[in-house]
């Protein structure tokens, strides 16, 4: 347990929250997780938490939010960052490699949520496939000739093998490193979308 917070800017104190009940959520899932443990991780009364947050719900909503930019973000940055399509699918590979590994855990809320039941909770973890293919689709699109559809396939197919194989890597790396499974998983991945012929 964190030493009890002094007076903190409502910011730095709803960040505090979130970080605190990222670790709770990450450790334990929704159900198992209690406002008691992320205040007392947090440091703070359970009044100071529902402050910031009305329910663990919103708390929970708030944290995926985020944890979802982030690997939406990351998959962008890859694509904005170089005009050559090999790199490209490289360094989209590595974010969903190093958004797992990330000592955070915030991919578990992701991808492992115990709460898809929930509309709101599902409509978060769909925005990620969705958004990470809507950014593919636009340069598979722009740069084969593609139509639409046929890119949007293929960019969810790009997405599925990232995540899957990078979760599948974290639970059982046996001897290889981040860097060896991201090269592989590249090198399978841009075997095949690169023998489209560019447009």
């Given at each position: 347990m964190?030493?009890r917070s002094g007076r903190?800017?409502r910011h730095a104190?709803r960040?505090?929250l979130?970080?605190?009940a990222?670790?709770?959520?990450a450790a334990q899932?929704?159900h198992?997780?209690?406002?008691?443990d992320?205040a007392?991780k947090?440091?703070?009364?359970?009044?100071?938490l529902?402050q910031?947050?009305p329910g663990k719900?919103?708390?929970?909503?708030a944290?995926l939010e985020?944890?979802?930019d982030?690997?939406?973000?990351?998959t962008?940055?890859?694509?904005?960052?170089t005009?050559?399509?090999?790199?490209r699918v490289a360094?989209t590979?590595?974010a969903f490699?190093d958004y797992?590994?990330?000592?955070t855990?915030?991919?578990?809320l992701?991808?492992?949520?115990?709460l898809?039941?929930?509309?709101?909770?599902?409509?978060q973890?769909e925005?990620?496939?969705?958004?990470c293919?809507?950014?593919?689709?636009e340069?598979?699109?722009e740069?084969?000739?593609?139509?639409?559809?046929?890119a949007?396939?293929?960019?969810?197919?790009l997405?599925?093998?990232?995540?899957?194989?990078?979760r599948?890597w974290?639970?059982?790396?046996?001897?290889?490193?981040?860097?060896?499974?991201?090269?592989l998983?590249s090198?399978?991945?841009?075997?095949?979308?690169g023998?489209y012929p560019l447009?």
């Open positions: 964190r030493p903190l800017p104190r960040a505090q979130l970080e605190s990222l670790e709770v959520f899932g929704y198992a997780a209690a406002m008691d992320i007392a947090a440091g703070v009364s359970k009044p100071v529902y910031h947050f719900l919103e708390l929970y909503l944290l985020s944890a979802c982030a690997i939406i973000e990351r962008r940055e890859a694509l904005r960052s005009h050559d399509n090999k790199l360094g590979m590595a490699y797992v590994a990330a000592d855990g915030a991919f578990r992701v991808f492992e949520s115990d898809t039941s929930e509309p709101a909770v599902r409509e973890v925005r990620v496939t969705t958004e293919a809507a950014a593919i689709t340069v598979i699109a740069d084969t000739g593609l139509p639409a559809e046929a949007h396939l293929l960019a969810v197919g997405v599925g093998m990232g995540q899957v194989s990078a599948y974290l639970n059982d790396p046996g001897s290889l490193s981040r860097e060896q499974a991201t090269a998983v090198g399978l991945a841009w075997r095949g979308i023998g447009h």
